[in-house]
């Protein structure tokens, strides 16, 4: 399992970004995904999570109505679009995937089995 995160970058706020994370060495369908992030000094946070056959997602609140998450499992693709974004959103931002047997939002509370490098976001003016 190889995953790579990608399209991090400093952006002032209020704006958008879209970090993308490309999946590889397994079968994307069947897996839970998402994203968690961790700023210098604060405790790893699930972000938002998408489970493997219903799509269902999970958000936290800090990001409801602002980030949307999308996979492509064709292309073995997970998306999360940033709007609005706040200086309190910068942090590294990491891909995760789990075997999906329990649905996002468990996965993105307690964790994933297989995790990414992660891709800095910066919100700054």
């Known amino acids: 399992v190889q995953l790579q995160a990608s399209g991090g970058g400093l952006v002032q706020p209020g704006g958008s970004l879209r970090i993308s994370c490309a999946a590889s060495?397994?079968?994307?369908?069947?897996?839970?995904i998402g994203w968690f992030r961790q700023a210098p000094g604060k405790e790893r946070e699930g972000v938002s999570c998408?489970?493997?056959?219903?799509?269902?997602?999970y958000y936290a609140d800090s990001v409801k109505g602002r980030f949307t998450i999308s996979r492509d499992n064709a292309k073995k693709k997970v998306y999360l679009q940033m709007n609005s974004l706040k200086p309190e959103d910068t942090a590294v931002y990491y891909c995760?995937?789990?075997?999906?047997?329990?649905?996002?939002?468990?996965?993105?509370?307690?964790?994933?089995?297989?995790w990414g490098k992660g891709t800095q976001v910066t919100v700054s003016s």
């Open positions: 998408i489970g493997s056959s219903d799509g269902s997602t």
């Open positions: 995760a995937t789990a075997l999906d047997r329990y649905g996002s939002s468990w996965y993105c509370r307690t964790g994933m089995d297989y």
């Open positions: 060495g397994f079968t994307l369908d069947y897996y839970a």
